[in-house]
């Protein structure tokens, strides 16, 4: 079997994860996912100073794996799903570049639905990645989210970076 989370700096073939998933589990009535990419915020407000360039995404090796398969035992509690596979890239992207891939397995589309969002609501505050985007003023660090962590709020958690 494959590993439910994977840390890496190459690209996803989503088709590929989602048939690796599925398998050969005749429960599985349904396979929901979702995939993050590098938007360019410029296409998004017009202006060319909010041009992301690039990002780069670090983490800590073993201990974010470890967060992530926390994530995945923590959304098992809750929901009633069969399978799920994080992918999540590190290293510099470039805008439409993928940088994540959460996919849920379950009987039906709800318990998978629930768990998708579930999962990538924890993972958008509470998985441990730093980001910095670079635009033509120069690269920052990207802060945490309000909007994130409200989201993780709606699950009955409080988010725990500052």
């Known amino acids: 079997m494959t590993s439910r989370v994977s840390i890496q700096t190459e690209d996803f073939d989503v088709s590929a994860e989602l048939s690796t998933l599925r398998g050969q589990d005749l429960r599985v009535g349904a396979v929901c996912s979702f995939v993050g990419t590098v938007r360019d915020t410029r296409a998004l407000t017009g202006a060319a100073h909010d041009e992301v360039q690039a ?11 470890k967060s ?4 995945i035992e ?3 509690r ?10 999540h890239r590190v290293g510099r992207l470039l805008p439409a570049d993928q940088i994540v891939l959460v996919a849920v397995t379950s009987a039906h589309r709800g318990e998978s639905f629930k768990a998708c ?3 990538m609501d924890y993972l958008k505050t509470q998985a441990p ?10 690269a920052q660090w990207v802060d945490a989210r309000v909007s994130d962590d409200a989201a993780l709020a709606r699950w009955g958690i409080e988010a725990t970076n500052a």
Do not use: C, N, S
Not at 129 to 138: A, L, S, V
């Open 74 to 76: 923590e959304a098992h």
């Open 78 to 87: 809750r929901f009633d799903f069969y399978a799920a596979r994080v992918v």
């Open 68 to 71: 992530i398969e926390a994530m």
């Open 117 to 119: 969002e579930f999962l």
């Open 129 to 138: 990645f730093w980001k910095k985007e670079q635009t033509p003023q120069g």
């Open 55 to 65: 990002m780069e995404l670090e983490h800590y090796p073993g201990m974010t794996e």
